[in-house]
């Protein structure tokens, strides 16, 4: 039988005025079990809680019910003062009937007194129940770890740090400091910010209790209370953190330029960079955004951002060093290269593609100019010989790769000259021959042998090759038979397959052509044998080709310069017959055609129109309608593709037959010239691996992290450069048409890209530092992993994005302004050196007008007060006034001025007293006056007058906003927020700093948007609160936690997958003789949710305190109790 | 308990001020913290005086009686600014349309351009009348000259259907 003891408060009126308290506690004592019942006046009071323990003494009482306000207010002093009275402390059961019935069935007194009967019956029956319970504890990591640095994280982890603890602070931007160190000066004392903050941030980086972090996130967060599990991932700087200096030397170098975050994009930094002077750590980071799209789409992977910015700076040396380490050819890949690069130029999709391949042209040309370095034959020399078949650009590529390796490389070569297609395919006008002698030099230099005369398959047999010695062979031999009409006439005198008239033409052999030309075909090459024929005595030159202009895959300007040259044109046309006299061609018949439905290459197919037949006069045809690969050299056992190419293996190139490898149009058909190259390059890697016996295929496929689409906010139209073109009139002869740019052209050109990768690697930065091995380009992502005790979440908050009240004129006038950027305009760091100017003018403003609670106050956007805004208007203000003139008009237009603080009303009344005007009226919409000055009407209601304010700058004083981050900081931590997105305290007054994750604190501007004063009190509080926790190296427990009955536990792990907490454990245990799994709880993890409890099919888990028999007692009592009323 | 002007005597009516918000969705005049942001912007502001925050604020204290049998309520041009631009959804247009909704109900003097516009509706179910365009050779076109289809008079059932809408 046990003794109870019940206890009514009246909480003053708060319960006694609505609930009827001496009528319940005289209901009490008629309870089962009750020996006493009693009401008071203020239960909590000392005399109550005296009353309690003296009763407990009196009447031996054993539970004891409290029937009060929230538990949560009261819970811990009434049961202190029952263990006062010997009486274990969870023998007590407290109710609520201030918060849950007095409050709020105010005006149902009756009726609330019954429920106030009620719940203490239920009360009375479950105190039966209940068991004593002992506190636990656990050892604690005597370690906090921080999350976010700005002032309230530097803050607190100094106050933690000075108290002993070792403290981990962690920042995501590569300094601390956060928002504090954007700021100019501070409110209400126009303190400098950088000033006060600095110190500060200099003590946290040497303290030695402090572990910074920069430019790191947390990934994930495991364990409990005084054990926190803790994953950092560490982003790359590139540069080594412990050995770098600051000196900057770096930056000097460094020719990319892009938007400051740290100046709101109102300055550019480099690409490597410091945020900002006084950083800390005083270390350098270089930002990288991934591979941009040219570098991406390039098939060779030339870094183009990399010597486009080169050329922008004017290091042109330093540009062409950068080529020649990707390709061989950047003379020859600068005139003739279809620039894949150029269609995926961001720059494209705003107004043209940077110029990439001019600027790559006039490199190589301005490097023609000056005085060669000879290129030093490699150190270290391969055994192996290789053998390279065809020397046209993959097979040199190949040869020069390979013999960059060390290998000893022989290249063979069926014509006089080497080059292949690149000199007997490609015209002279388009590419001029010294281009080709020099770059085929300069490999010759490095040490590739190049055998020309030999035709591999006539004088040597390729397996005579391999008995020769040759560890490997690349074939490399391209395409040069030209593919046949398929027409009557075709063996007439008169028609020449283009492929071996350009040959013959560039070999400088006599080609028989009439006056009268025609060619078949739409490609480049029909293009090419057009202009080519009418440099040689052609007088009248006709293109055919059997679908429209839109089809026709010949490049635009090919196309443009030959119809410009003379070249006719004629679309939707077939050759049907060839006619000829004498053996000779005299005509040839054709046939209209219409386009019917697309094909399979997704073009639309040819249809000849029946009756529609006519005859050309014509001396001279030429066809151009493709090419195959003549395949009489290649031994049997060598399989073909099923377009009749070699058949590779598509990573590594090599044929069937081991050792042997393919690559360029011998394998692709017909490609381009870059695409050769690439395949020489890749080749090169796989033969290298070959013969190192490597895996040929490992890390090969195509994996690139590309550079996400980047804003072209406030970039400036210009048009791309136009390449200089040599007059019509005197072309058709040998000599180049296109000119190449000057290099004011190129610089200007190459200053147009938009650096969407960042960092372009051009590795100038590691020329300059002088200190070894501090800038690593290869540089990866690093995990920590740290155990903590505690969690202080100080990670600040955004800037509203001012973008989304169009109507203000952001974004559009760029005399509008938010008041962050103002900051930085005054700051003597920032991008006017702290002259307030209109960005716009780069004047100072003669008026200056602020438009508060933009974003704040709006349920457009944010619902709350940004509580800040006002008294950074009002300094800014004063601001204004000081640092410009104190004659500059400032207005402050504002619905309700907010200054709370101690000493902000002062400062409002200051800024009265300067003169600045307050107008209480919001404008609905900000515009240009026809004076080109920034406008807006507002409505002043004191004086019932529409005023039009005319003004150079309007600052917006933008609200603030929860950090996009808040979401992955929630999911780690498993802490709540608030529905302003901000962090969720667990008591408004009474737990502002903690969260209901025991351990984890919260301070500063991510609980809630705060002014400095309120954001350091708050970290100074969490550290206490985190010390408080901490300081013994080890924290009690709540016994109310979830318990296994191992007996009926089956292991089946139902409540393992649904504990919230990650609190239960499957351990292997005997139990009653038997091996088996069982849950286990973990104490300090365990949150007494109670879900385990419910989930378990087997009833084996219930919770201490709640345990089922206690809270069916309360049913029955509640169910009872309502029938015997 | 009551709310007097003391210029012209009025009592303040909550009745009213109930009923104009029960005929409004999604946006909460009663929510006005006078900015003062719709007035600023009020296309009839300048010409007619029009003060958006202020007819919100009368109709919050219940002083929609003089509201109702005033003109001002007519003059909103019905730029949807202030709608837009509102920061706490109070949107004075919904308030002036309901209003205006009040008036007709009460039969108060409607302005006459209003009444034309009904008619027109009921009689060509346009809005405008259909009017001539002079070409840039300065030849008056009408619909036929321009191959226009004949405006076709609305059905009865339009006309009884639009009454209705009107609560007429």
């Excluded at chain 2, 631009?85 to 351009?113: D, F, G, H, W």
Aim: glycine share 8%.
């Amino acid at each position: 039988m046990a003794r109870i003891g019940v206890y009514v408060c009246h909480c003053g009126l708060n319960i006694a005025g609505v609930i009827d308290v001496k009528n319940v506690a005289e209901y009490a004592t008629k309870l089962p079990d009750v020996k006493v019942a009693r009401d008071s006046t203020y239960l909590c009071s000392d005399s109550g809680q005296k009353m309690i323990k003296e009763d407990i003494k009196k009447h031996k009482l054993d539970r004891v019910v409290v029937a009060s306000c929230s538990p949560r207010m009261h819970e811990e002093t009434f049961r202190k003062a029952v263990n006062e009275a010997g009486l274990n402390p969870y023998l007590l059961d407290m109710i609520n009937i201030r918060e849950q019935d007095s409050w709020c069935h105010s005006e149902e007194p009756e009726k609330a007194t019954e429920k106030a009967k009620v719940l203490i019956e239920m009360a009375v029956a479950r105190a039966t129940h209940l068991d004593a319970l002992k506190k636990g504890k656990i050892k604690a990591a005597k370690s906090v770890l921080v999350i976010g640095g700005g002032i309230a994280g530097i803050q607190a982890s100094l106050d933690l740090a000075n108290a002993g603890f070792k403290v981990h602070l962690i920042e995501k931007s590569p300094s601390i400091g956060g928002r504090m160190a954007q700021l100019d000066k501070t409110f209400p004392t126009l303190d400098c910010s950088a000033c006060i903050l600095t110190p500060k941030m200099a003590e946290a980086g040497r303290h030695p209790n402090i572990e910074l972090l920069t430019y790191a996130e947390v990934e994930n967060v495991n364990g409990f209370v005084g054990n926190y599990d803790v994953t950092i991932r560490k982003k790359p700087r590139y540069i080594d953190e412990e050995k770098c200096t600051g000196c900057g030397e770096c930056e000097n170098a460094c020719p990319i330029s892009m938007p400051s975050e740290f100046d709101l994009g109102l300055k550019m930094r480099k690409a490597v960079y410091r945020p900002f002077p006084q950083a800390v750590p005083n270390v350098f980071t270089i930002d990288k955004r991934g591979i941009p799209p040219c570098r991406a789409t390039c098939p060779a992977g030339v870094n183009v951002q990399g010597y486009i910015s080169l050329v922008s700076q004017g290091k042109f040396k330093e540009a062409y060093e950068l080529l020649r380490k990707f390709i061989p050819f950047p003379s020859i890949c600068g005139r003739v290269c279809f620039h894949p690069c150029e269609n995926e130029c961001e720059r494209g999709k705003f107004d043209d593609p940077v110029a990439i391949n001019a600027i790559k042209r006039f490199v190589a040309d301005y490097i023609s100019t000056q005085e060669k370095e000879k290129p030093k034959p490699p150190l270290k020399r391969n055994a192996e010989k290789i053998a390279v078949i065809g020397s046209g650009p993959a097979g040199l590529t190949a040869a020069y790769e390979l013999t960059k390796m060390g290998y000893p490389v022989t290249v063979f070569e069926s014509l006089p000259k080497a080059g292949g297609m690149l000199r007997v395919g490609i015209p002279k006008y388009r590419l001029p021959r010294n281009a080709v002698d020099e770059e085929i030099q300069m490999i010759e230099n490095s040490g590739v042998e190049i055998r020309t005369n030999i035709t591999v398959g006539k004088d040597v047999t390729l397996e005579e090759l391999l008995q020769q010695g040759y560890a490997a062979i690349f074939i490399a031999v391209g395409v040069h038979k030209c593919r046949k009409l398929g027409i009557e006439g075709e063996k007439l005198r008169g028609v020449i397959p283009s492929l071996e008239f350009l040959r013959k033409v560039n070999m400088g052999k006599k080609v028989e052509i009439g006056p009268k030309v025609a060619v078949i075909g739409g490609g480049d090459t029909a293009i090419d044998a057009a202009r080519t024929a009418l440099r040689h005595n052609a007088k009248e030159v006709l293109l055919l080709y059997r679908r429209s202009r839109e089809e026709m895959p010949a490049y635009a300007s090919g196309k443009e310069e030959a119809e410009k040259e003379g070249v006719r044109l004629h679309f939707l046309v077939s050759p049907k017959k060839i006619i000829g006299r004498d053996g000779r061609v005299v005509s040839l018949e054709c046939v209209k055609m219409k386009l019917g439905e697309p094909d399979e290459t997704g073009r639309r197919r040819p249809i000849p129109i029946e009756g529609s037949e006519f005859i050309i006069e014509v001396d001279t045809v030429i066809p151009a309608i493709g090419q195959s690969l003549d395949t009489t050299f290649l031994p049997k056992n060598v399989k073909l593709s099923q377009y009749v190419t070699i058949g590779v293996d598509q990573v590594t190139l090599q044929t069937n037959l081991p050792g042997i490898f393919a690559g360029g149009d011998a394998v692709k058909g017909k490609a381009t010239v870059i695409d050769a190259i690439a395949d020489g390059k890749r080749a090169a890697v796989s033969i290298d691996r070959y013969l190192k016996g490597k895996d040929m295929w490992a890390g090969r496929e195509k994996k690139v992290s590309k550079a996400e689409e980047i804003p072209k906010v406030g970039i400036e139209k210009k048009p791309r450069q136009k390449m200089p073109l040599l007059p019509l009139d005197q072309r058709l002869n040998d000599k180049e048409v296109e000119l190449g740019f000057t290099e004011e052209m190129a610089r200007e050109e190459a200053n147009r890209c938009l650096a969407c990768g960042g960092c372009s690697e051009c590795l100038e930065c590691e020329k300059v530092c002088e200190l070894a091995e501090v800038i690593n380009h290869e540089q990866k992502v690093e995990e920590i992993t740290i155990k903590v005790g505690s969690i202080i979440v100080t990670a600040g908050c955004e800037v509203f994005d001012a973008f989304l009240t169009p109507e203000l004129g952001y974004g559009h006038y760029t005399n509008v302004i938010t008041n962050l950027e103002f900051e930085r305009l005054s700051n003597a760091a920032g991008p006017t050196k702290g002259k307030i100017l209109c960005p716009a003018t780069g004047k100072p403003p003669k008026s200056v007008a602020f438009i508060q609670c933009v974003g704040s106050r709006d349920k457009r956007f944010c619902r709350y007060c940004c509580r800040v805004g006002c008294m950074v208007t009002l300094k800014q203000a004063i601001l204004v006034k000081e640092k410009v003139a104190h004659d500059v008009d400032v207005y402050i237009c504002y619905n309700d001025m907010r200054a709370f603080g101690k000493a902000y009303e002062e400062f409002y009344d200051r800024a009265r007293q300067m003169g600045i005007k307050f107008v209480n009226g919001l404008p609905s919409e900000v515009k240009v006056s026809l004076n080109d000055s920034l406008c807006f009407d507002v409505y002043e209601p004191n004086t019932n007058k529409l005023l039009e304010i005319q003004t150079d700058l309007v600052v917006l004083a933008s609200g603030l906003v929860p950090s996009p981050d808040f979401a992955k900081l929630q999911r780690i931590l498993r802490i709540p927020r608030s529905p302003d997105g901000f962090f969720l305290e667990t008591h408004p007054k009474l737990q502002p700093l903690e969260t209901p994750t025991r351990g984890i604190f919260l301070a500063g501007a991510c609980q809630s948007p705060k002014d400095i004063p309120d954001t350091i009190s708050q970290a100074s509080g969490a550290a206490m609160k985190a010390a408080e926790l901490l300081a013994t190296g080890e924290v009690g427990i709540e016994p109310l936690i979830a318990m296994v009955e191992e007996d009926f536990c089956s292991g089946c792990r139902i409540c393992e997958s649904v504990c919230p907490y990650q609190a239960i454990e499957m351990k292997a245990k005997t139990v009653k003789g038997e091996k088996k799994n069982v849950a286990e709880i973990i104490a300090a993890a365990c949150q007494g949710c109670g879900i385990c409890s419910v989930a378990c099919p087997a009833r084996a888990i219930d919770m201490q305190h709640y345990k089922q028999e206690q809270i069916l007692a309360q049913i029955k009592a509640a169910v009872q109790g309502g029938k015997r009323r | 308990m009551s709310l007097t002007d003391l210029m012209t005597m009025a009592k303040s009516n909550k009745m009213l001020q109930r009923q104009i918000l029960s005929q409004l969705w999604e946006v909460h005049p009663d929510e006005c913290f006078q900015c003062m942001r719709c007035t600023s912007g009020c296309t009839s502001l300048k010409l007619l005086e029009l003060k958006p925050h202020e007819i919100v604020l009368l109709t919050n204290s219940g002083f929609v009686e003089e509201l109702v049998s005033s003109d001002i309520i007519w003059t909103c041009a019905s730029c949807l600014k202030c709608r837009e631009r509102c920061p706490q959804k109070a949107s004075p247009y919904n308030t002036i349309m309901a209003l205006r909704n009040l008036a007709v109900e009460r039969e108060a003097k409607v302005p006459e351009v209003y009444m034309k516009v009904v008619a027109q509706i009921l009689e060509t179910g346009l809005m405008q009348q259909v009017k001539m365009v002079t070409s840039r050779e300065m030849q008056p076109l009408n619909r036929k000259k321009l191959g226009l289809p004949k405006i076709q008079c609305p059905d009865d059932k339009f006309k009884s259907s639009f009454m209705k809408a009107l609560g007429g």
